[in-house]
């Protein structure tokens, strides 16, 4: 049974006002989400923030107190290709490095429809090899992202396994999109269950259109379910039972695990879209933050070097936070 923060938090957010992108415009509810951030939503106590660029893209570095030096968690928001930002996305991330004792960065990529497919993906991919570039090491990087965003790291997984560089050391995906080429399953039958997805009138064909028109949906950059996923790192893999794409992660982790892969999956009883990062709001949402830190302490190297002694809380950069100094 739900507890009774879930339900509060369930029946406030289906209460709330809704702005529906397909009638204002993406760019109008950017800015809408934008104004909203309170200055409540700017930090985190005890969690440095850090901007930089890596390349020519905008990033942030959020570096809890006393975290590991040479370990790091590489962010992709979601928000359908076509929504998000650092500043947003800051409100969950801050709070769940905290709680899972790893930095994380976080990066602004190009978004749809203004660039549609494979702008953001190569962004992605752009931004990753920025930071081996800069020094780090792909095994003390681990990769984590939610619905489009870990869409798009489990297809940067595969670009990089492709052309033979070297992947994170792990990943942490949440509700991820793994298919667009069909419409059934829970993408239909759990409509009047995924309020989050539901209320924006979320149909991932007609999505997926917008985010890469013209193109085979079937490719695997596109749908990483058809993929070759053989050999791909340590994955964990979160989502809820009265989502939209409950059936995305369900086939995911079954044909990874039958590729050989360590994989494990968590399942969150009448859990929504993308529910760990409702981190804050109720208590299921800690526990699977809490399970993050606990796979990823698996696959992360030990190291005594701390971030803090690197970043000043003036935000100065020296160097560490962009590299394995």
Known sequence: MPSSEYLYFAEKFRTS???NPRRIGYARLRQLQEERITSEDAGCPGVLQHKTRIGNLQAEWLVPEGCPGNKAMVYIHGGGWSLGSIRQTRIFLAPMAKKIGFAAVHF?????????FPAGMDDCYSF???LLEKGWRAQNLAL??????????????????E?????????VLMSPITFMDTME?????????DYILAEDSFIISDVAELYAPGRDKTHPWLS??????????????YVGTDELLFDDAIHFYRKSRRAGNQVELIVGDHM??????FIGDFPEAEAAVLKMGDFLRLYLPEEEQRLMSACDTKGKDRGACDGNK
Do not use: C, V
């Open 163 to 171: 052309e033979g560089l070297p992947m994170p050391a792990a990943a």
């Open 17 to 19: 006002p809704f702005d």
């Open 185 to 193: 399953g829970s993408h239909t039958e759990m409509a009047d269950f």
């Open 128 to 130: 990753y090899l920025g």
């Open 224 to 237: 990483p379910l058809y993929g070759d996923l053989l050999g791909l790192p340590p994955m964990q893999l």
């Open 108 to 116: 602004n990529y190009r978004l749809m429809p203004e660039d549609p």
């Open 144 to 161: 984590a992202g939610e619905s489009a965003g870990a869409n798009l790291a489990l297809a940067l997984l595969l670009r990089l396994k």
């Open 272 to 277: 929504p879209h993308s529910w760990p990062i």
